[in-house]
């Protein structure tokens, strides 16, 4: 039986404690010498693919929505609840961060970091900055929000130009593909990678390294249930005019499929049959759930938020407002091009840590769990797609009952 990508990151996560606990203090240069290069050449893999990958996904995702116009009515509605939830569950993230503190009980150095998060510009100031003068610059400097916002601006103008653009979009497409076979690569190295990282933290700071990861997976776990039952529970009941209980019976066996593949593209045959069960129409169901597997990454935000948190915490950084803004921003336009990439999660939080300037060596830390923090993730991102789904077509019919007795 072949062994899953995320069991061997697991096994690399437990294999690095185990030899950092064995080393000790006394084999931490030995650690520092010999292991830690190969967590560094796995981070620095990883860095070499964020701007490429980001930049060419996004804008084939905004060119795979097709013209704005024709969308109309439907499209506009999907997208404007799917990113609203999105930036909602982010802030859920950074909230539940905030409370739990997952990372307090470990205190890396983080030397120049921390200087630089007290430099941090003001809210306003922010704001600005994520429109480019030079994109090509804002590239070379892994600016992440202001290379997102260019792509939204190249994805839409591909889009407007139509067919005399099709060889730029095929292009971008292209790269788009070859990014994710790169992704892929990196990540058959993301066992090792991990154990070169995890060794010299544990063999520094010891069994205490242990009690955040658990912070951070009750963290997630109970950010997810309260974004499910409480986000979409409110949507459902206010908005659908649906009992929240029903359609949360309804939509259980979506959830179970989703909850054990961690794949919302898996989950997609079970969540047509469980929506048009509850009285959706095939056309919009048909719409909303693809866009939504694509689009739609509340789980994923909200564990985004946290885990950003957990990295500042265990880095002893304090994060300014205008750093909260780009975080929400970041997560919440990068969910448009980025669902359907291997490891996105991984991929998605190293573009966001990037973003605020905290280390991308904090990311390895939750990779080892990263398959136990994917199931509550991936089940959150199935559930807001069908609740989307049964509010869009609870308003088109009402549009049709107004349209029909005027």
């Known amino acids: 039986m072949k062994m899953h990508l995320s069991t061997k990151i697991l096994i690399g996560l437990v294999l690095g404690v185990f030899a950092g606990l064995a080393l000790g203090s006394d084999g931490l240069p030995f650690a520092k010498a010999w292991i830690a290069p190969?967590?560094?050449?796995?981070?620095?893999?990883?860095?070499?693919?964020?701007?490429?990958?980001?930049?060419?996904?996004?804008?084939?995702?905004?060119?795979?929505?097709?013209?704005?116009?024709?969308?109309?009515?439907?499209?506009?509605?999907?997208?404007?609840?799917?990113?609203?939830?999105?930036?909602?569950?982010?802030?859920?993230?950074?909230v539940l961060g905030t409370l739990l503190s997952p990372g307090t009980g470990i205190n890396m150095p983080s030397g120049d970091v921390k200087a630089a998060a007290k430099a941090a510009p003001p809210l306003m100031q922010v704001i600005?900055?994520?429109?480019?003068?030079?994109?090509?610059?804002?590239?070379?400097?892994?600016?992440m929000l202001q290379i997102i916002v260019f792509a939204l601006f190249m994805g839409g103008g591909i889009t407007l130009v139509g067919e005399r653009a099709d060889s730029f979009f095929k292009f971008f497409d292209g790269m788009a593909e070859a990014c994710y076979k790169v992704v892929g690569m990196i990540m058959w190295f993301a066992p090792i990678g991990?154990?070169?990282?995890?060794?010299?933290?544990?063999?520094?700071?010891?069994?205490?390294?242990?009690?955040?990861l658990l912070k951070v997976i009750v963290a997630v776990y109970l950010g997810c249930a309260m974004h499910a039952f409480i986000v979409y529970g409110f949507l459902l009941k206010t908005v659908g005019k649906m009992n929240p209980m029903t359609f949360f019976k309804g939509?259980?066996?979506?959830?179970?499929?989703?909850?054990?593949?961690?794949?919302?593209?898996?989950?997609?045959?079970?969540?047509?049959?469980c929506v048009q069960d509850m009285g959706v129409s095939k056309e919009v169901s048909s719409f909303v759930l693809p866009l939504g597997a694509t689009i739609n990454m509340d789980g994923t935000a909200l564990y985004q938020g946290v885990c950003a948190l957990f990295v500042a915490q265990i880095y002893g950084i304090d994060l300014s407002m205008g750093q909260y803004v780009t975080i929400i921003l970041t997560g919440t336009l990068a969910s448009i091009g980025t669902a359907g990439v291997p490891g996105a999660g991984l991929i998605m939080l190293t573009m966001i840590l990037q973003a605020v300037g905290l280390p991308l060596e904090g990311a390895a830390l939750v990779a080892g769990?990263?398959?136990?923090?994917?199931?509550?993730?991936?089940?959150?991102?199935?559930?807001?797609?069908?609740?989307?789904?049964?509010i869009v077509d609870k308003g088109e019919k009402d549009r049709e009952a107004r349209l029909a007795n005027s």
């Open 128 to 143: 600005v900055a994520i429109f480019p003068t030079n994109p090509v610059d804002a590239m070379l400097q892994a600016n």
């Open 369 to 390: 769990i990263d398959r136990i923090l994917d199931m509550p993730r991936t089940t959150v991102n199935i559930t807001g797609d069908a609740t989307v789904a049964l």
């Open 194 to 212: 991990v154990f070169a990282l995890m060794t010299p933290v544990t063999a520094t700071y010891g069994p205490a390294v242990l009690f955040p």
């Open 38 to 94: 190969f967590g560094t050449i796995f981070m620095n893999m990883i860095k070499m693919i964020i701007v490429p990958l980001v930049f060419s996904s996004l804008i084939v995702g905004i060119c795979g929505l097709g013209d704005v116009n024709k969308i109309g009515r439907v499209g506009a509605k999907t997208i404007a609840y799917y990113l609203g939830t999105t930036a909602f569950a982010i802030v859920l993230g950074l």
């Open 251 to 273: 939509i259980l066996p979506a959830q179970m499929v989703a909850f054990s593949t961690c794949s919302s593209s898996a989950t997609l045959p079970v969540s047509f049959e």
